[in-house]
């Protein structure tokens, strides 16, 4: 499917799932290599920034399909091939893309390129792509984020053991999301380079914006992991000592309970001769020393701080 996006002299094609006979007339039109026009037809692994005479042909990958309501784990990571000229620039894509749809409204209503400089060049059109792309992924870090903080009230409300599992779900969207970016700070600096030869010198600034934008989410990202590793680490303390208590308190019940067990086993032995057992009030007197014994190791173990 493609779409056809047009603002003075800059044209934006959008292409979904491109068919061959699509990337054919893009071929001709706009003087496509024909190797890359054949990468534009299946996506790939493997990020990169190549620059060729008229434009450049660059791969990035982003965390799509993100649900922070629920942190659910089908976050995938989706390709997005910009081709960006002078005159227009050419994404490709296999699935969709939240921030490129939203873009494609805004490039509509005329709101964001109301100004003529915005559209002088592909390159500057491309730097409001890229940018809204880094903002959408900011907005989905900080809402992982806020979602943290809602479990740190569970951790402390007694909810450790269901906190391990939803505490390692979003481990796993964070793990997804650093594995999409891991390449971007390498081929975003190639593309700096690329983007001095082929635009203006003015258009540095953009191509630094853009980096900038990259670390903006890279450091949120990784304050959002240390954040998590902390409220691991703290509900994995609170849980070991909720489960040394049980343990202790079980030790407790059971080393009280022995002596009594055994007293109780000492009197029911069939002997021919057992003190107390047949005098007057025998059991009560059984009662009173078993009592006697419990108190007095429960004393005991308050004494030592034990309980």
């Known amino acids: 499917m493609m779409h056809t996006y047009k603002h003075q002299k800059v044209t934006w094609i959008d292409l979904e799932n491109p068919t061959r006979d699509e990337v054919r007339g893009l071929v001709e039109e706009y003087s496509i290599d024909p190797i890359v026009a054949e990468e534009l037809l299946n996506p790939t692994h493997r990020s990169r920034v190549d620059l060729h005479t008229d434009y450049i042909y660059l791969i990035l990958h982003f965390p799509t399909h993100f649900n922070p309501s629920n ?154 992991k240390d954040y998590l590793e902390e409220l691991r680490r703290t509900n994995d303390s609170l849980l070991s000592t909720k489960q040394n208590e049980i343990m202790k308190s079980l030790t407790i019940v059971s080393f009280i309970t022995f002596p009594l067990t055994l007293v109780s086993s000492i009197f029911g032995m069939n002997a021919d001769y057992i003190p107390i057992v047949g005098d007057q009030n025998d059991f009560v007197i059984i009662l009173t020393i078993m009592l006697t014994i419990a108190v007095g190791l429960f004393i005991f173990f308050k004494h030592k701080r034990w309980i």
């Open 71 to 224: 942190m659910s784990v089908n976050t995938e990571i989706e390709e997005v091939d910009f081709i960006i000229g002078k005159e227009f620039v050419i994404t490709t894509r296999y699935n969709s893309i939240d921030a490129l749809l939203e873009f494609s409204k805004i490039f509509e209503t005329d709101v964001l390129l109301s100004k003529k400089h915005l559209t002088e060049h592909g390159g500057i059109l491309f730097y409001h792509m890229i940018r809204g792309i880094y903002k959408s992924l900011y907005t989905k870090v900080e809402d992982i984020k806020t979602t943290l903080s809602t479990y740190e009230e569970g951790i402390f409300t007694g909810r450790e053991k269901e906190m391990v599992y939803e505490l390692s779900k979003i481990n796993r969207v964070i793990l997804y999301f650093k594995e999409a970016l891991l390449l971007h700070k390498e081929i975003l600096s190639s593309f700096e380079e690329a983007g001095k030869s082929l635009f203006d010198k003015e258009f540095a600034f953009y191509l630094r914006a853009v980096i900038g934008e990259y670390y903006k989410v890279e450091n949120t990202l990784q304050s959002t």
